[in-house]
């Protein structure tokens, strides 16, 4: 490759808990088996092209920050190109296997719809280049329905039946960009798909649309063969006020009512579940407990602020959890652990993204670790099972089996007289529990 951007700084690598060396894995040792499948494979971590190749550290109070010595300012194809090259070497040199990316943030708009398409062709055969001489792969694409001002409204759920041809069109090319690169998925985050103030909006109408839009690209897939996983992405509020996707439960809601739940699962992004009001663990349940666990966008929100801050994610106990939840999910498939977060403002060298991203994989190898031992130790499954023995046999296992009536159980109770006593929820011990890990 031409001249590197990073120079300095070679493949990073695994040195072990002892090491002080900030440009080396902690935690993260590739090739370890954690329940005899490899870190690399459970892990399945990507990086992210808007915000580590895209993000200038711009806020709604200031310039941006970032000044990248690779970048020349323009938004030239010939500047787009070069950002490829840097993107690989970073991720080479990280050792990310994924990478994601919407249309947009790796080409530049151009004219016309013909045109842009033409500037996505040029790019897209560059990443394929790159693609191929490193070994990295695409965990997912997507469109930014979101970005340019046509789509203010809405994109599939725009007032304007033009702009939601047009967002068709462009999921189209997405949709052949990503298969052509070998993408292991395609995510359709709703971006504007919500409403400012419901005095203008057609609720109804608006989720209509979008259930047809999602159908199109689903025949769409089907036509062009395209293997990899649909997601669809929660997410409450911001841009808009309320948006139609808000979360796991409204997803999965919203897929079923429309006959989509079985060509979409969710990718579950971790501040996009704070901003619900839930935990990332009881996004990740829900949707496990439906079969939609795809894949997340790991990232965390700061507790003291309200909004979609995206920051790195270094809470171990936030990781765990994570972990826990993915490895009683049967792990990551097809999904893997996205890293949808951005270096704060004031993080402005080039050497930050490595330290964040760094200190991200760490955090998830800890959690794998930690989730790891707290499944072969036992106490914390076993404590669950036993909480719902009752089911297991008697008239909890004929519940179960759909063979019971509230005639047979009110003649259960006449003559039990009173249910058995419930032992204790245990709370606290549970969370002492899982201290002892940590
Ligand atoms: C926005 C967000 C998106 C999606 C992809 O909050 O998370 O970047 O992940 O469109
Ligand atoms: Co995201």
């Not at 992405?233 to 911001?238: G, S």
């Not at 245990?426 to 940590?438: D, H, S, T």
Request: with cysteine; net charge neutral.
């Amino acid at each position: 490759m031409a001249s590197a951007a990073f120079p300095n700084i070679s493949k990073i690598k695994f040195e072990g808990a002892t090491s002080r060396n900030p440009l080396a894995f902690k935690h993260y040792n590739a090739e370890e088996l954690v329940e005899g499948k490899s870190m690399k494979e459970h892990l399945r971590f990507s990086v992210v092209y808007w915000h580590t190749f895209r993000g200038r550290g711009l806020d709604p109070f200031g310039a941006p920050t970032m000044i990248r010595p690779w970048d020349d300012g323009t938004e030239s194809v010939k500047n787009a190109v070069r950002r490829v090259r840097v993107a690989f070497e970073f991720i080479e040199k990280l050792g990310a296997p994924y990478y994601a990316f919407h249309d947009r943030d790796v080409a530049p708009e151009g004219k016309n719809l013909t045109e842009t398409n033409k500037n996505l062709d040029v790019v897209v055969k560059a990443l394929k280049e790159e693609q191929k001489r490193t070994g990295i792969k695409l965990l997912w694409g997507t469109a930014s329905l979101f970005g340019n001002p046509r789509y203010a409204h809405g994109a599939s759920t725009s007032p304007n039946a033009d702009v939601f041809a047009f967002a068709c069109a462009q999921v189209k090319k997405a949709l052949e960009v990503t298969n052509e690169l070998g993408g292991e998925g395609y995510v359709f985050w709703g971006g504007r798909e919500g409403y400012q103030t419901l005095l203008n909006t057609n609720v109804k109408r608006e989720l209509d649309h979008l259930a047809a839009f999602l159908r199109m690209a689903v025949d769409y897939k089907k036509k062009i063969g395209f293997k990899g996983q649909f997601y669809i992405e929660p997410k409450p509020k911001e841009p808009t006020k309320h948006q139609y996707d808000s979360d796991a439960a409204a997803c999965l809601n919203f897929l079923r009512e429309y006959g989509l739940i079985n060509d979409l699962k969710l990718n579950l992004e971790t501040n996009h579940a704070t901003l619900a009001g839930h935990t990332m663990e009881h996004e990740l349940e829900i949707a496990a407990a439906a079969g939609a666990l795809g894949s997340i966008d790991a990232n965390t929100g700061d507790v003291m602020l309200g909004w979609d801050t995206d920051q790195f994610p270094t809470d171990i106990y936030l990781t765990t959890q994570c972990m826990l939840a993915i490895l009683k999910a049967g792990g990551l498939t097809t999904g893997g652990v996205n890293f949808d977060a951005k270096v704060r403002r004031e993080s402005y060298d080039p050497i930050d993204l490595f330290y964040a991203h760094i200190g991200g994989m760490d955090a998830f190898a800890r959690g794998l670790k930690t989730a790891a031992a707290i499944r072969k130790d036992g106490r914390l499954a076993e404590f669950v099972k036993e909480r719902y023995s009752s089911w297991d046999s008697g008239i909890g296992a004929k519940i179960e089996a759909g063979k019971s009536s509230f005639k047979e159980l009110e003649a259960y109770m006449l003559k039990k007289g009173d249910s058995s006593p419930s032992p204790s929820g245990r709370q606290e011990f549970l969370e002492n529990l899982i201290n002892e890990f940590i």
